[in-house]
Structures are given as C-alpha cells and as structure tokens.
C-alpha cells in the first residue's frame, strides 16, 4: 500500500532516516518500485559526495548457495486477463490546454518544450476494469516484466516474498518467501530481468542493521540462488548494505557495492557479475551511483575532484560487452541521475527539487521535460515528486510518495492512481495491481485484483 497525504510526519521522518542511512533505492530499467513495509521512500536520489550519506563499511559476502528464501508451488489460475480497453476512459477535452514553457536544447539542437502536470482522473476508473482476482488476502506489486510474466512483491499477514503473475494463462508463482516476518521492517528494495534471469535486493531492518541480500532466478531452470549478502559470513552483526537497485543484462548482473570510505563519502565498485559461470569484474571504483541501462549502454554516475571542487559525470560500458563505452555528451548535464530511468531509445532523469523530469533520446538530445505544477515555487508541494520512474515512448509512471501516476509526455495530461493500485508497463499495455474496496487503515491487507488494459491517457486528452 502506498503512503498517502495522511500519513503524518512520523512516517516521513522514519522515511527520511532510513535514506539518511543507506543509498535509497532507485529505478532501474523502470523496475524499481520500494515495496518494504507497503511504505515508499520519500526520496530517490543518489546522495554522493559532500559526505551527505553516511554508510557503513560493507564486507560483501558472496555465496551461491540457496539461503532463507523458499520457493514455493504455483497457486494456479486466477482467471484471463482483459486485454481490451477500459471502460469510460475518454473524456471531452478540458477547456484549455496544458501549460508549457521552452526547455534549453544541448548544444544549438531544436527545444524541448516543457509540459506541466495537470490531473484528469476521470480518465482511469478502476472499478470498470474487470479485474481479477489472484487470492483473498493477498496484494502484488508489479516491478519488473518477462515475457508475458510480472514478477514482484507479495504480501499476506502470513508472509510476503516475490511471485510471478502470467498474464497470459492468469497463473500465479510465489518464487521465493523473505526470511523476515510478515509486517516487519523488510521488503523488496529494487528488481530487475533480462533474458531469462530475474534478480532482486531484499532488505531486513528489524534487527536495526539494515541487513540487505541479493538473489536470483533463473526463470529456465527454476534454480534460485543468492549471490551478495551484507550479513556477515557465520552470523554476527550486519556490515553494510549493497547500493541498490541492481540491474540485468542479458546474463550478467551489475550493481554497486560499497567497499569504504573516502572524504566522509561512500567509496563503491561497480561489478558485474555473470551468473551463468558465476565469474565477478569489477567495472568502475569511486564515488558511484547504481547503474541503469539505456539503448546499448549501462551507465552510472560518478564524482570526480578538480582544481575547482568535486563534480559529477557518467560513465558506461557496452551493455553486450561490458567494455568501456562513451557516454553521449548531451547526457553529461544529467550526471546527477536523480530518479534515473532507461529504455532502449531514452534516458530519463529527474530534477534536483525531484519536481521535473528531463527525458533524452541515448543520444543525448533533450526530447521533453515534464514539471509538476508550483515546481519553481519557493515551497513547492512535493507530494507528487518524480521517484522510481518507468519509460516508454511519450508515456511515464512514476511511484510518488502519495502513489502512483500515469502522464503523456507530450500533453502533461495525468492520472493518479488510489493508494492501493500500481502500475507497470507490459509490451504496449498496462498492468495494473489495485485494490476494489477501499480498506479500512493504510496497514490492512487488502486484496489485489490484477488487469491488463490500454493505456488510458490518449494523445488528443488535454486539461
């Protein structure tokens, strides 16, 4: 469930000190959703340099051993997913059309124009969807996409882990169950798949030590397998965390490890990992950001020191070869990678007041900018700021600290989901996971009805 307005400045402050304490979560290839405690982060940036975060010292403990997870049997059929359209999702068009302002192109390339946010909720009603249902008491949240199969968070008030939803037969998979209680301070904190892998970071803060573990699937060979762990080999006090999200390529996973400390900042390595031979090479040193892949390139940011102070640039490999690669320079003003997202034809990137988005073609032109409404006022609302944000074409999602939202790039025309839904792209579609009845408090399971349906925002919908 995600936090609403009401959630009250006890949440937020617990929200801002675990992001004080750890590199918050990000995207991915669009697929990072923060599922922990049904609670998402207020924050997504990557927080290095200036001694802004202070981590400990992580001592990775690598294993290929099956641990605590479990994976479990299919529950079965649930029902077909609809694949039609939404019922009741045009509208007339408002009375006027969204404002825009022009955004400086790179280096005398034509302007962007930037498009501010308006809201048409009337454009998406979820009880018009013919959903169905997977099982009583159970929410999903969708975070990463194989094929025809979701993969993402489950939860119960028994137990909560990962799980496969097919869209195409309506079966539903747990994979794995987490080695924390139900309810507990613990949850997905990043997701990923390419090829026939799917890997995850799970997190376990109960104990207070923010212990983290990454695993992987292979979606062939049923084979589960964890393979970085902050916990410390025999027991013992947890270390450290993994930098997440991390991220799959074809069949190498990629993330970032912190390894020190340098200038009170977080000193991390980028390594890949190929997970069918289990080799590991590390790919970068330094003050670094996870990475993300967009087009052919996987990319991160990193802080260099000057004559003049510290600064920021993106560095690359190829994604097919993991050989270095060069970073378009139009992408270089970006190098922050605040709520970073990829597709094979853009790079998106968040503003630093978390209230803009900037998306470029891999390239490197600027092709729109995307603003929520008083983003350039001196206390501007950020109940709806860019975090764990997904790409395709002219459409975006983003997961606010309020919910989720679905906007056309080109209109700014937007919808925001209740704060019992999510969304995430499959192929042209829409997957959405929400719940039909409202529960009675934020901390009930609810039960997720799951649908697969156009996207509901066409191109002549304006404000």
């Known amino acids: 469930m995600m936090t609403s307005p009401s959630d009250d400045a006890d949440v937020v402050r617990e929200l801002r000190a675990r992001a004080a304490a750890r590199v918050p979560a990000m995207s991915l290839d669009g697929a990072a959703v923060r599922a922990a405690g049904r609670r ?10 200036g001694g802004a975060v202070t981590v400990a010292l992580v001592l990775a403990v690598v294993a290929m051993t099956t641990g605590s997870f479990h994976p479990t049997d299919d529950i079965g059929p649930v029902g077909t997913m609809s694949s039609a359209p939404a019922a009741g999702l045009a509208g007339p068009p408002g009375p006027s059309a969204p404002s825009s302002s022009a955004a400086s192109g790179t280096g005398g390339q034509a302007e962007a124009v930037t498009r501010t946010v308006c809201f048409r909720n009337d454009l998406l009603r979820l009880d018009s969807i013919g959903g169905a249902k997977i099982a009583d008491g159970l929410e999903f949240s969708p975070m990463a996409v194989l094929g025809s199969q979701v993969f993402g968070q489950f939860n119960t008030a028994h137990d909560l882990g990962v799980a496969a939803y097919d869209t195409s037969s309506g079966t539903f998979t747990r994979i794995a169950t987490y080695p924390v209680a139900a309810g507990s301070a613990g949850g ?20 207070g030590q923010n212990e983290s573990a990454t695993w992987a699937w292979n979606a062939q060979t049923k084979h589960l397998s964890e393979l970085v762990s902050s916990r410390p080999a025999g027991g013992g006090t947890a270390v450290g965390n993994i930098w997440t999200p991390v991220l799959v390529s074809g069949q190498s996973l990629i993330w970032t490890q912190q390894v020190g400390t340098a200038a009170n900042s977080p000193l991390g390595e980028v390594r890949a990992r190929d997970l069918e031979s289990g080799t590991t090479r590390v790919l970068d040193r330094g003050q670094l950001s996870p990475p993300i892949r967009a087009g052919g390139l996987i990319i991160w940011s990193a802080v260099t020191q000057g004559v003049s102070g510290s600064s920021k640039e993106l560095r690359a490999v190829s994604a097919t070869t993991l050989e270095p690669a060069t970073v378009p320079a139009g992408l270089q003003q970006s190098a922050a990678l605040f709520a970073p997202s990829g597709t094979p034809n853009e790079i998106g990137v968040g503003g630093e007041n978390d209230l803009t988005y900037h998306v470029y073609t891999v390239d490197g032109r600027l092709k729109s900018v995307l603003q929520l409404p008083g983003a350039s006022s001196q206390f501007p609302d950020s109940s709806n ?12 999602i983003w997961h606010s600290p309020t919910g989720t939202i679905l906007a056309n790039l080109d209109s700014g025309v937007a919808v925001a989901l209740p704060e019992t839904a999510s969304a995430f792209f499959v192929g042209s579609s829409l997957f959405v996971s929400y719940s039909p009845t409202q529960p009675a408090s934020k901390f009930v399971i609810f039960t997720s009805d799951v649908a697969l349906i156009s996207w509901p925002i066409h191109d002549t919908e304006h404000c």
């Open 40 to 49: 998402r982060l207020s924050s997504q940036r990557w927080f290095a340099g």
């Open 188 to 207: 997905l904190d990043g997701m990923s798949a390419d090829g026939h892998w799917v890997a995850w970071t799970e997190s376990d803060s109960s104990t």
């Open 385 to 396: 700021a860019f975090q764990f944000v997904q790409l395709q074409g002219n459409h975006i």
